[in-house]
């Protein structure tokens, strides 16, 4: 609704789209349904009686990740969500406007050019949505993106090759355009 106020007053834009990746862990779960099962495998009696398995799924845009390696389902249910966190900052992209698109979180973790992220942080699912957004909206070109993101385009291909699944749709998507895929 605001967004849609906002659009008619000339001169005034909405604000960047929130990535779904980005969210506060309460805000997340409202759009996520959750279902638990049993995990095969390994384990003993413990895993086989109880229900440990925990799947979520994205119920806007239909992404799931699941974990069921852990004894609880509480510690399951974390590492699921940093599992589907980083599977939607991988595969949904949201609409970039025009301008200065870095958020606080990105400005405080980019510093000199460099991106200050490490992999297991609970930021990098965010800040690799973040890069993921405007690569996209800079044609899939990173020297493009890091101009717009102020950082190099070297440093965002690490960023990407940090979780593999995200420089391989990277890489996907340049080759279906023509281009090169990166390394």
Excluded: Y
Aim: hydrophobic fraction near 40%; glycine fraction near 8%; charged fraction near 30%.
């Amino acid at each position: 609704m605001l967004n849609e106020r906002a659009e008619q007053i000339p001169g005034v834009r909405p604000e960047k789209p929130v990535h779904p990746a980005a969210l506060p862990e309460d805000l997340l779960m409202q759009s996520v349904e959750t279902v638990k099962g049993r995990a095969g495998g390994p384990g003993g009696q413990h895993r086989n009686k109880v229900e440990t398995l925990v799947m979520l799924r994205h119920a806007p845009t239909g992404i799931e990740a699941s974990a069921g390696e852990r004894r609880s389902a509480e510690q399951n249910r974390r590492v699921a969500l940093r599992r589907l966190r980083l599977a939607l900052a991988t595969k949904h992209r949201v609409e970039v406007p025009i301008g200065d698109v870095r958020s606080p979180l990105w400005l405080s973790r980019c510093r000199n050019e460099r991106i200050v992220c490490a992999t297991k942080h609970e930021d990098f699912p965010a800040i690799l949505a973040e890069a993921l957004d405007v690569i996209w909206a800079c044609g899939l070109d990173p020297r493009r993106a890091g101009i717009r993101l102020v950082c190099t385009a070297t440093q965002l291909v690490k960023l990407a090759r940090e979780h593999p699944p995200a420089l391989g749709e990277w890489n996907d998507a340049r080759q279906s355009k023509g281009l090169r895929r990166l390394k």
